[in-house]
């Protein structure tokens, strides 16, 4: 019988690579979304489909009920998505305050409901500037905490925490997805805007592998 692994699946590239790589690594796999009020929800329905076409299980948690209390981004409230690239001081106001130590808690709860020894998550070296949940220290805590917090021991597993979007990307194309079923603006239109720094990130890696990126730009 395979080895049971969560995978915290919030639809975009980083995430989906994760995902299939799970599934690669020959895991049995569990996605979980979660809908904590964010502005892009569109990618909770491209990881729907996606989970849908693996035959995987998937569940998308409302956690909207406390969205109050992690507000403070422009991601979850009314203030406007900072355009420019990630690099940019700007972009920390599309910080979520605590929002991985929150979603990681969720999933690591999930893992032990199924009896699951690992949980998989997306962070990767290009959001170390700006999210400082997706940092290599934070990492390690939370998966020291993971193996002490219930009576069943949790891995925390990052297979590109020190990696750039380019080369998640790399990793992805050498196992032919079709990034054409994420979604990464933080926009939630109909087309990617472009101009966020999710946009921004995404088109360089594409731009570095030498691709072009097959979702519509509401700037072509």
């Known amino acids: 019988m395979s080895e049971k692994a969560v995978v ?5 590239m980083d995430s989906f690579t994760v995902l299939n790589t799970a599934i690669q690594q020959g895991l049995e796999v569990y996605a979980i979304s979660f809908n904590y009020g964010q502005k ?9 489909q996606v989970c849908q076409s693996l035959n995987i299980p998937h569940k998308i948690v409302d956690i909207t009920a406390i969205n109050s209390l992690m507000a403070n981004s422009s991601l979850t409230s009314d203030e406007d998505i900072p355009e420019g690239h990630y690099e940019s001081d700007s972009m920390k106001s599309t910080v979520v305050p605590n929002r991985n130590m929150v979603l990681l808690s969720m ?17 990767h070296s290009g959001d170390h500037h700006i999210y400082p949940d997706c940092r290599p220290e934070f990492v390690d805590a939370m998966n020291a905490v993971a193996q002490i917090a219930n009576y069943q021991a949790v891995d925390i597993v990052t297979p590109f925490l020190h990696s750039s979007k380019g080369e998640i990307l790399k990793a992805g194309l050498d196992m032919k997805l079709n990034y054409g079923n994420t979604w990464t603006c933080y926009n939630g239109r109909e087309k990617s805007c472009g101009k966020c720094g999710a946009c921004n990130e995404r088109l ?14 509401e700037l072509s």
Request: a negative charge; aromatic letters at 14%; glycine letters at 12%.
């Open 204 to 217: 360089e890696a594409f731009a570095e592998q030498g691709q072009t990126d097959p979702l519509e730009y």
């Open 40 to 48: 892009h929800s569109k990618e909770l329905q491209v990881a729907a």
């Open 107 to 123: 999933a690591i709860a999930y893992a032990v409901s199924l009896e699951a020894g690992k949980v998989y998550y997306g962070a």
């Open 8 to 12: 915290v699946y919030s639809g975009g």
